[in-house]
């Protein structure tokens, strides 16, 4: 074993365990299209280091400077399954469809990138103590990879979608609105959400119920 190749271990040791968390990868796929692909153009090194790097991105939007105020996690597992959907988030374990990555048209490097940064979101958000409505928890994930530049072309437009809490790119698209009226809002809001949830937190943080906000955000956008 070269001394070369025993250094680049020990720097990426360091480098993935720079936050005393240890983020894992295992492709449990087999042989299938989808593994093959991801084996091909994404693998696991690029992986790991996303995981690092959307860790970053995370505790930097939810402005979670001291460790404290961060959720306690020594270890992220992500694992490639082959299973229908897309991806899921349970028990800081990620599981990211194989069949879904063998399925994207274009540059599945880019969408896979946009898809751990939503499930990383999942592993490090408050999520009210289990209070909070899934529409809002999803739009946070969703909103964290809007501010990543990862979302995808076939998300909503900002002003469209039904309700506010209807999830995903809807509620990113009214969380990023709801950012821009007070810098900082879903810092805020996500760590309201550590201990429990209330729509009151709007009114705390903009001064409006959310009822109120997504009306004018509705209108904002309706020409």
Partial sequence: MS?????????????LQSHAVEYTVTNNAGDTPGAVRFTNEI??????????????????TFQQNDPADRKDVAKVSLFID?????????????????????????DVKREFTG???HEMTHVWQWNGAGQAPGGL??????????RSGYAPGHWVQPGQGDKWDQGYDVTAR??????????????????????????NF????????????????????AT
């Fill in 3 to 15: 001394t070369l190749f025993l250094a680049t271990l020990v720097i990426l040791s360091c480098s």
């Fill in 82 to 106: 082959n299973m229908d959907g897309v991806a899921y988030t349970s028990n800081n374990e990620i599981h990211v469809s194989a069949t879904y990555l063998g399925g994207v048209s274009g």
């Fill in 43 to 60: 693998g696991i090194p690029y992986s790991q280091q996303t995981m690092t790097e959307s860790t970053d991105f995370i505790w930097r």
């Fill in 202 to 221: 709007f009114v705390d943080l903009l001064g409006k119920t959310v009822d109120q906000l997504w009306t004018e955000y509705k209108a904002k956008y």
């Fill in 115 to 117: 898809v751990l940064y």
């Fill in 137 to 146: 928890i999803e739009g946070i994930a969703d909103f964290v990879r809007l």
């Fill in 174 to 199: 009214f969380l990023d609105y709801c950012n821009g009226l007070r810098n900082g809002f879903v810092a805020e809001l996500n760590k309201k959400m550590r201990t429990g949830y209330s729509d």
